[in-house]
């Protein structure tokens, strides 16, 4: 059974860093095909896509992580992380990690496996 777990949120001053860190559990990265990724949930509005990262060690962002948020990846440790830096207030909202057991990498809501997700506040 997989199981995600993020971490790593909090409140933030605007122009402050944090980095997210979602511990997968129910697969090993070292010899899986998946693919993982950061979304996130501003209140009022749907869930978008931040960055995604595969086995292969793959990455992509969307243009709102372009330059100030970057996916990785510790295989040993089974954890995705999303380090983010100049921190905007329209940056606040729940961060979640999701993942799917298959080469297939897209920013879609149907990824079978969803972490509770952790909340950040940028205030200005």
């Known amino acids: 059974q997989v199981q995600l777990v993020e971490s790593g949120g909090g409140s933030v001053q605007s122009g402050g860093s944090l980095r997210l860190s979602c511990v997968a559990s129910?697969?090993?990265?070292?010899?899986?095909?998946?693919?993982m990724g950061w979304f996130r949930q501003a209140p009022g509005k749907e869930r978008e896509g931040i960055a995604l990262?595969?086995?292969?060690?793959?990455?992509d962002r969307k243009e709102i992580a372009a330059g100030r948020f970057t996916i990785s990846q510790d295989k040993s440790k089974n954890t995705i992380y999303l380090q983010m830096s100049s921190l905007k207030p329209d940056d606040t909202g729940m961060y979640y990690c999701?993942?799917?057991?298959?080469?297939?990498?897209?920013?879609?809501?149907?990824?079978?496996?969803w972490g509770p997700g952790t909340q950040i506040t940028v205030s200005p």
């Open positions: 999701a993942a799917r057991l298959s080469p297939y990498c897209y920013y879609t809501a149907d990824y079978p496996n």
């Open positions: 129910g697969y090993s990265f070292a010899s899986a095909t998946y693919c």
């Open positions: 990262i595969d086995q292969n060690g793959w990455r």
